[in-house]
T-cell receptor, first 114, second 113 residues
Framework: GAGVSQSPSNKVTEKGKDVELRCDPI?????LYWYRQRLGQGLEFLIY????????KSGLPSDRFSAERTGESVSTLTIQRTQQEDSAVYLC????????????FGDGTRLSIL | AQSVTQLDSQVPVFEEAPVELRCNYSSSVSVYLFWYVQYPNQGLQLLLKYLSGSTLVKGINGFEAEFNKSQTSFHLRKPSVHISDTAEYFC???????????WGAGTKLIIKP
């Protein structure tokens, strides 16, 4: 079946603009994760959604970052008033509920702030 | 707090040589262990996972890993690497009580011709 889909694949924008990144998880996956990966670095956890529970927002770096997810469907990550340090690849992953289930990743959105 | 350590940030190896990528974790409870691979400009792909049972786990592309509870390690091995194995490899751990994965910093596998 279809994997995790992220859009856009690339986004270039000017400093100070808002951006919205989209993630369409695998159908039936109740868990959804957003990560940030800076050039040449590992994964930085941003936010985690599990079904209709309150999301774990502990990884969001500032109040400029927010994310939404309705039920078990699409999620959007919004970055307001972008800064150059926001340049990175933003990866989305989804999985079934249980902790022994692997995460399935999209190909990411490469965000470049000019 | 639980943590995952990948001891090498880069591992250069000649083509057709064996390779081992090291991963150690800190946890006193039962864990689930995963290795992911990230090819250039792509997302992460599951290589293999240990949930229970046999401590030697085989994955895709000829990779295998061995769970060692006493040493809290889950090292990844391949007997003969190819140019196509050039990628970054991430080790990750989860616990029963927490759906999130704790990630290592990654190891870049560099294949020398």
């Amino acid at each position: 079946g279809a994997g995790v889909s992220q859009s856009p694949s690339n986004k270039v924008t000017e400093k100070g603009k808002d951006v919205e990144l989209r993630c369409d998880p695998i159908s039936g996956h109740t868990a959804l994760y957003w990560y940030r990966q800076r050039l040449g670095q590992g994964l930085e956890f941003l936010i985690y959604f599990q079904g209709n529970s309150a999301p774990d927002k502990s990884g969001l770096p500032s109040d400029r970052f927010s994310a939404e997810r309705t039920g078990e469907s699409v999620s959007t990550l919004t970055i307001q008033r972008t800064q150059q340090e926001d340049s990175a690849v933003y990866l989305c992953a989804s999985s079934f509920k249980y902790s022994n289930q692997p995460q399935h990743f999209g190909d990411g959105t490469r965000l470049s702030i000019l | 707090a639980q943590s995952v350590t990948q001891l090498d940030s880069q591992v250069p190896v000649f083509e057709e040589a064996p390779v081992e990528l090291r991963c150690n974790y800190s946890s006193s409870v039962s864990v689930y262990l995963f290795w992911y691979v990230q090819y250039p400009n792509q997302g992460l792909q599951l290589l293999l996972k240990y949930l229970s049972g046999s401590t030697l786990v085989k994955g895709i592309n000829g990779f295998e890993a061995e769970f060692n509870k006493s040493q809290t390690s889950f090292h990844l091995r391949k007997p003969s690497v190819h140019i196509s194995d050039t990628a970054e490899y991430f080790c990750a751990v989860s616990q029963d009580s927490n759906y999130q994965l704790i990630w290592g910093a990654g190891t870049k596998l560099i294949i020398k011709p």
